[in-house]
């Protein structure tokens, strides 16, 4: 056979699964969740001898998370790093085991999520995105300008809220409070202006995006848990073959698991480093988690069927029973 048709015929088939992957991430650059997405990119590509190419898009440089979703759905972006928040705009089940003032502690947590996984997984599947990654974001927290404990001192504050989110933004009004929707990359310029005057936010992403300089009070009662992960478009990843598929998987859920260990850490660190600049941690009194609870109960209540799969929230609801009767008196 001549050289140059058997030289043709080999790059054919090296480039029959060939893809290059945009993805968007809110991570500010060098913080622990791009230092994985970008070493994810780089095991991806020595993997597959260059042929799954990963481009990181950081920082909300494409866009906040409803931007890198509609952009997936017109393929502008292959993949996104979203929150459980962001995931949940695909399938109002990832929200049910994310809900505030409903875990007594991470191992609860962590026991229910990963038995609700496969179940997200499979509904996530159903909706065009492959699960890659899964990692908890580390415990929601209040963060505030004015120094605040009670609900009563949160409803003085100017709150924000994702944008788009408007039955969000309608319980947290019902409520009492004053939520103002915004993208998350006008948030910092709001809180300079006083626009808004609070945040929910984990305290490492507090203190990576800047945000707890210009709120410098931070209410130390976990609010809710909040998991991350990183989805490919199904119409991107189908285009990789099921064999390429299974290495990429294995070198995701090995950096999956590195990065976790990584979270966990930076989070309590970044209280530490928010301290020393500044930051006062609040006490929360006891008797105040009542009050809390009573709010999340009633904000639970208006979402169910809307932004909560009412499926979802009953196998999360036997979870924690099953748990907390495996562990009774421990």
């Known amino acids: ?36 997405l970008q070493k994810l990119s780089s095991e991806w590509s020595k993997i597959s001898g260059g042929q799954v190419q990963l481009k990181i898009y950081p920082g909300g440089i494409a866009g906040d998370e409803k931007d890198m979703l509609r952009k997936m759905k017109t393929n502008l972006l292959g993949g996104s790093a979203l929150t459980g928040l962001g995931m949940n705009d695909l399938y109002p089940g990832i929200l049910a085991a994310q809900l505030p003032m409903m875990y007594e502690s991470d191992a609860e947590f962590n026991y229910v999520f ?6 997200f997984e499979k509904e996530l599947e159903k909706r065009g995105a492959k699960v890659i990654i899964w ?20 409803k003085k504050e100017k709150m924000f ?6 039955r969000s933004v309608q319980v947290w009004r019902e409520a009492g409070f004053n939520p103002v929707p915004l993208s998350t990359n006008d948030v910092m310029t ?29 209410a130390d ?15 991107v990843w189908n ?3 099921p064999d390429m598929q299974k290495k990429l998987i294995a070198s995701a859920n090995q950096i999956g698991k590195s990065m976790q ?27 105040q988690y009542g009050e809390w609870r009573k709010i999340a109960d009633t904000a639970i209540k208006s979402v169910m069927g809307t932004q909560v799969d009412p499926v979802a929230y009953k196998m999360v609801q036997k979870h924690i029973a099953d748990y907390r009767a495996l562990n009774k008196g421990k």
Not at 114 to 119: C, E, F, L
Not at 221 to 235: D, E, F, Q, Y
């Open 114 to 119: 990963n038995k609700m996984k496969p179940m």
């Open 1 to 36: 056979m001549n050289k140059i048709v058997i030289l043709v015929l080999v790059a054919m088939c090296t480039n029959l699964f060939a893809v290059s992957i945009k993805l968007g991430s809110l991570a500010p650059q060098n913080s622990p969740w791009d230092n994985a």
């Open 161 to 166: 809220v994702y944008a788009g989110e408007a």
């Open 261 to 287: 260990g990584e979270i966990n850490k930076a989070d309590n660190d970044a209280i530490a480093i928010m301290k020393e600049n500044g930051l006062k941690v609040n006490a929360v009194p006891r008797e």
């Open 239 to 241: 285009k990789i073959t």
């Open 221 to 235: 009662m976990k609010w809710a848990p909040l998991m991350g992960g990183v989805i490919i478009s199904t119409s």
């Open 190 to 218: 709001s809180l300079q202006s006083g626009m808004v005057t609070s945040f929910a936010t984990t305290p490492l992403s507090a203190a990576a995006l800047q945000w707890f300089g210009l709120a410098k009070n931070m």
């Open 135 to 154: 990692t908890q974001v580390g415990w929601i927290r209040f963060f505030t300008k004015n120094a605040m404990t009670r609900p009563m001192d949160m």
